[in-house]
């Protein structure tokens, strides 16, 4: 998965969207007010990411997501790219 297509993923948005923005435009506001960037700047263990998903499956606020996800093993994959 591309960059921007992970982008995209984060911000429920189409990729195509994300193709227009210059990711500077996004990811300078972020920077500037030095808030941690990864999983791992805020003491999350990279052994931990599991069972982080599996918190983030059955947490209520999923039923609202746009896109289905039931299983924890689809979250890894995104968790681990943000560790």
Known sequence: MSYKDRLAFSFHI???IVLGI???AILDPLL???LPQ???EVSI?????????K???ADP???SNIRK????????PVLLSAW
Do not use: F, Y
């Open 69 to 76: 996800v039931t299983d924890p093993g689809e979250i890894v």
């Open 22 to 24: 210059p990711p500077v």
């Open 14 to 16: 189409p990729t195509k």
């Open 45 to 53: 263990p990279k052994e931990n990411l599991a069972e982080v998903a």
């Open 38 to 40: 990864k999983l791992s």
């Open 61 to 63: 606020a999923m039923r």
């Open 32 to 34: 500037t007010v030095g």
């Open 55 to 57: 918190t983030a499956v």
